[in-house]
């Protein structure tokens, strides 16, 4: 057996950025992990080694890749992964899990994806400096979470300014400032049942199509699929603190059909809102 280090973030009321679970691991020759599916982002470094990634795809195919030091490999919300070390050179990672409602953007500027999982710096300096961001929240489990949010703020900075299949950054204009409105707005109003992608463009002064579509190019999705993430997000804060009903909570949430509910949770984290409930509620404190 290798040896390994991890940890669980002890915080979980962000949403812009979420770190889950971090840590290393020297693993034993042909160590394996899977096949399995996540529900958030992974990132794994190569630190020193070799291993291997099978990595299922949106089309329903399997790549296989060999990794060595200085590559990464991102797993993707929902995609069917198996992973293993080399047999006589295994490697040695460390990995960050991680999500949150701006993480896809980040992934897409840095060029990764399901379909492109591999990262390759630019150079091996870029590649250290990566390495050492992550091993600098690996190593700081004891910090504050705003202290650790912050470096995981550095790491995808790095993670897209060093990757050599990023994307071009575009300079800021009035789109961006027409999707933080919205964001904002749905921020504040995500609780209504009644609102609709129509009434957010309408927030911003802009036409439905419109608005829908630069919203969809800017984050990734489309503003309605945004809403219920950023529900269903805020509903799983609310699970893990409170003693409300599940039902209270959908309500809360901007769903009052808890049925609808249940099926919009379990399509997104793969479990009912109970079963979810009982593996992530923090303990109640007894005086």
Same mark, same amino acid.
Do not use: D, L
């Given at each position: 057996m290798g040896d390994y280090f991890f940890s669980i973030f002890p915080n979980k009321n962000f949403l812009d950025l979420q770190l889950y679970q971090y840590g290393w691991e020297q693993c034993a020759p042909l160590h394996s992990f899977g096949p399995s599916v996540r529900n958030h982002y992974l990132f794994h470094y190569v630190i020193s080694g070799q291993g291997f990634l099978n990595a299922g795809s949106e089309d329903g195919t399997t790549r296989h890749y060999t990794l060595g030091p200085g590559q990464g490999f991102l797993i993707c919300p929902g995609q069917v992964n198996l992973y293993s070390a080399h047999g006589t050179d295994p490697w040695k990672y460390v990995w960050l899990e991680f999500d949150g409602l701006r993480v896809r953007e980040y992934l897409d500027q840095a060029g990764l994806s399901s379909l492109q999982p591999i990262f390759q710096a630019e150079n091996s300096g870029l590649g250290d400096a990566l390495r050492d961001q992550m091993l600098y929240i690996t190593g700081h489990s004891e910090a504050s979470p705003l202290h650790l949010i912050g470096h995981l703020c550095l790491f995808l900075d790095q993670l897209v300014q060093s990757s050599a299949t990023r994307h071009a950054a575009q300079a800021s204009n009035l789109r961006d400032f027409y999707i933080q409105e919205a964001v904002v707005y749905m921020e504040q109003n995500y609780q209504r049942e009644n609102l609709t992608v129509e009434e957010i463009a309408g927030a911003c002064k802009l036409?439905?199509?419109? &608005?829908?579509?630069? &919203?969809?190019?800017?984050?990734?999705?489309p503003p309605q699929e945004f809403l219920i993430r950023l529900r269903l997000s805020r509903a799983t804060e609310l699970m893990k603190i409170s003693s409300a009903t599940i039902g209270g909570i959908s309500a809360s949430c901007g769903y009052p059909n808890q049925l609808h509910f249940s099926r919009a949770f379990k399509k997104r984290y793969g479990l009912s809102p109970r079963q979810w409930r009982d593996q992530n509620k923090y303990p109640q404190k007894t005086t």
């Open positions: 036409g439905r199509s419109y &608005f829908s579509k630069i &919203f969809r190019e800017s984050m990734g999705c």
